[in-house]
């Protein structure tokens, strides 16, 4: 049963009160005067804003040194990253129009604050945990994180997004010297993004095979561990094979890869893509040419594991949402944050930054097509199927 608010419940009664008013002294025509006094009483009361202080305890004053002059280990665990991380980013964000005062308004509270604030909610915590930690009503968080996001958002270009050919020749020269699979620029995976409460719109769409409501992500990450691509926003009701067709990559392959060049995945994905060279299933799987093979992709494949795991550990967010989905607008919210993480996350790898204890990703249980040999021919593009033939071949020689 929804209970119902203070105010709610005291502009009913002045409402009543009118009322009564008004019927009272409707015959008394001496009194009439009283009775247009009390409606005006009444309509001036419920003009105001606010017929209660708000249960935040406010903070008297902020100041911006105690962040960088605290223990670091206390800084890092409440910022997800460390002091010198932090003024990193609050360079590159100060000037974002986000921050600038809207003629008309109030001044913005400083911008150091409103990253302190969006940091430390990544913590899987509610708007009501993190007011109350910085003395900020929770309105005021809401805002600070949308402001926030926008400007993290404004550097996503720079440090997320998709690898140059010379960049993806990197990834393919570090997978083939480990396994000798050759052309291999990336790795990918789908992860689950839970959710704490189930979203008001739709609930059941979101409830997974796991049995918690969450939203589906599909991920790609380079060999250092940097997402290179994602696509977020699906239900968590959605299997990886199905969610992948959704993404730009799928209706376009051409626009992402060269000749024969592909992404190594787990089993989930099949040989429905013809850029994603998956393990072999049993039987096959369990014949030792393949079962060899199944186990050099895993041991590079593992990558985008790690990936999801670090940021899951930086960023307890992303591992559960305490908020409230009340419509669509807030899906795109968290859609928002999650992007945001992902940026950062690939800032911290830029900046060598120290990880926190990755959250284990559930194994997908990789569970194999008799030997053909098939010759590399660049003005083609292979099948799903043929290409892990293809790759398969080419990397025997390094057994």
Same mark, same amino acid.
């Not at 608010?5 to 409402?15: C, K, Q, S, V, Y």
């Given at each position: 049963?929804?209970?119902?608010?203070?105010?709610?419940?005291?502009?009913?009664?002045?409402?009543?009160?009118?009322? &009564?008013?008004?019927?009272?002294?409707?015959?008394?025509?001496?009194?009439?005067?009283?009775?247009?006094?009390?409606?005006?009483?009444?309509? $001036?009361?419920?003009?105001?804003?606010?017929?209660?202080?708000?249960?935040? !305890?406010?903070?008297?004053?902020?100041?911006?040194?105690?962040?960088?002059?605290?223990?670091?280990?206390?800084?890092?665990?409440?910022?997800?990253?460390?002091?010198?991380?932090?003024?990193?980013? %609050?360079?590159?964000?100060?000037?974002?129009?986000?921050?600038?005062?809207?003629?008309?308004?109030?001044?913005?509270?400083? *911008?150091? !604050?409103?990253?302190?604030?969006?940091?430390?909610?990544?913590?899987?915590?509610?708007?009501?945990?993190?007011?109350?930690?910085?003395?900020?009503?929770?309105?005021?968080?809401?805002?600070?994180?949308?402001?926030?996001?926008?400007?993290?958002?404004?550097?996503?270009?720079?440090? *997320?997004?998709?690898?140059?050919?010379?960049?993806?020749?990197?990834?393919? +020269? /570090?997978?083939?010297?480990?396994?000798? #699979?050759? $052309?291999?620029?990336?790795?990918?995976?789908?992860?689950?993004?839970?959710?704490?409460?189930?979203?008001?719109?739709?609930?059941?769409?979101?409830?997974?095979?796991?049995?918690? &409501?969450?939203? $589906?992500?599909?991920? *790609?990450?380079?060999?250092?561990?940097?997402?290179?691509? &994602?696509?977020?926003?699906?239900?968590?009701?959605? /299997?990886?094979?199905?969610?992948?067709? #959704?993404?730009?990559?799928?209706?376009?392959?051409?626009?992402? #890869?060269?000749?024969?060049?592909? %992404?190594?995945?787990?089993?989930?994905?099949?040989?429905?893509?013809?850029?994603?060279?998956?393990?072999?299933?049993?039987?096959? +799987?369990?014949?030792?040419?393949?079962?060899?093979?199944?186990?050099?992709?895993?041991?590079?494949?593992?990558?985008?594991?790690?990936?999801?795991?670090?940021?899951?550990?930086?960023?307890? #967010?992303?591992?559960?949402?305490?908020?409230?989905?009340?419509?669509?607008?807030?899906?795109?919210?968290?859609?928002?944050?999650?992007?945001?993480?992902?940026?950062? /996350?690939?800032?911290?790898?830029?900046?060598?930054?120290?990880?926190?204890?990755?959250?284990?990703?559930?194994?997908?249980?990789?569970?194999?097509?008799?030997?053909?040999?098939?010759?590399?021919?660049?003005?083609? &593009?292979?099948?799903?199927?043929?290409?892990?033939?293809?790759?398969?071949?080419?990397?025997?020689?390094?057994?």
């Amino acid at each position: 049963m929804v209970k119902e608010g203070t105010r709610a419940a005291t502009d009913l009664l002045l409402e009543a009160r009118a009322l &009564y008013a008004v019927l009272e002294d409707s015959s008394e025509e001496e009194d009439s005067g009283d009775g247009l006094d009390d409606i005006s009483v009444v309509t $001036n009361v419920l003009a105001t804003r606010y017929l209660f202080r708000s249960n935040v !305890l406010k903070s008297a004053k902020w100041y911006p040194a105690p962040v960088f002059s605290k223990d670091p280990v206390r800084a890092r665990r409440d910022l997800r990253i460390s002091v010198d991380g932090f003024r990193f980013l %609050l360079a590159s964000l100060v000037d974002h129009p986000a921050f600038k005062r809207t003629p008309g308004k109030q001044q913005q509270a400083p *911008v150091q !604050l409103q990253l302190e604030v969006f940091l430390y909610s990544l913590q899987s915590l509610s708007y009501y945990q993190v007011s109350q930690y910085f003395g900020v009503g929770e309105g005021t968080i809401k805002k600070f994180n949308d402001r926030v996001v926008e400007a993290v958002l404004a550097l996503e270009g720079s440090f *997320v997004r998709w690898p140059t050919k010379t960049e993806r020749g990197v990834t393919s +020269a /570090h997978v083939q010297h480990a396994t000798g #699979f050759p $052309n291999c620029i990336g790795f990918v995976d789908g992860t689950m993004f839970q959710l704490k409460y189930a979203p008001k719109v739709d609930a059941e769409c979101y409830f997974s095979r796991k049995a918690n &409501y969450c939203l $589906n992500g599909q991920i *790609v990450c380079d060999h250092r561990r940097r997402v290179i691509y &994602y696509q977020v926003g699906l239900p968590g009701s959605v /299997h990886d094979k199905r969610a992948f067709p #959704f993404t730009n990559m799928a209706s376009d392959p051409r626009g992402f #890869f060269g000749a024969n060049e592909y %992404l190594l995945g787990d089993s989930a994905y099949g040989v429905s893509f013809p850029f994603i060279v998956s393990p072999y299933k049993r039987p096959a +799987a369990l014949e030792p040419d393949n079962a060899q093979f199944n186990f050099r992709l895993s041991s590079q494949r593992i990558a985008i594991e790690h990936c999801i795991g670090i940021m899951k550990g930086r960023f307890p #967010f992303l591992s559960e949402c305490a908020a409230y989905l009340l419509s669509e607008d807030d899906i795109v919210r968290i859609c928002k944050r999650q992007r945001a993480c992902f940026t950062l /996350h690939n800032v911290c790898i830029e900046l060598r930054e120290k990880q926190f204890d990755p959250v284990a990703e559930p194994a997908p249980g990789d569970d194999w097509v008799c030997e053909i040999e098939n010759m590399y021919d660049p003005d083609r &593009y292979l099948s799903s199927d043929d290409l892990r033939i293809w790759v398969q071949a080419e990397s025997r020689q390094y057994v």
